[in-house]
């Protein structure tokens, strides 16, 4: 059974950091393109960062580019989010997904849409205070 477990969330004040991990049992992250979503309360669940299972072109929202940075480790099995210089906005249950690929062609391919991925984290909440 895959799980998709992800951590690191907690309570920080604006213009802090975080850094999220999402870890997987199951299955290897090697040839999945990953995402990072968000749902703040009240809201809908909404895209943060992504990218192709080759680790290639990381896809960033535009609320998210420049203080966020998707990383990584496929010797972990661990997939991380680092988020700096955090603003109240930034607030959510973060979630991590991901979608096994099978060939050689979507090797730079990542996804924004929630309805692409096919597994997904409980989520892990942020908060940031103002």
């Known amino acids: 059974q895959v799980q998709l477990v992800e951590s690191g969330g907690g309570l920080v004040q604006a213009g802090g950091s975080l850094r999220l991990s999402c870890a997987a049992s199951g299955r290897t992250f090697s040839t999945d393109a990953m995402g990072w979503f968000r749902q703040a309360p009240g809201k809908e669940r909404e895209f943060v960062a992504a990218?192709?299972?080759?680790?290639?072109?990381?896809t960033y929202a535009d609320s998210v580019k420049g203080r966020f940075t998707l990383s990584r480790d496929n010797a972990k099995n661990t997939v991380n989010l680092q988020m700096n210089s955090l603003k109240p906005e930034d607030t959510a249950v973060y979630y991590c997904?991901?979608?096994?690929?099978?060939?050689?062609?979507?090797?730079?391919?990542?996804?924004?849409?929630?309805?692409?991925?096919?597994?997904w984290g409980q989520g892990t909440q942020v908060t940031v205070s103002s």
């Open positions: 997904a991901a979608r096994p690929e099978t060939t050689y062609s979507t090797r730079y391919k990542s996804y924004t849409g929630e309805g692409e991925y096919d597994y």
């Open positions: 990218f192709s299972w080759s680790g290639r072109g990381p």
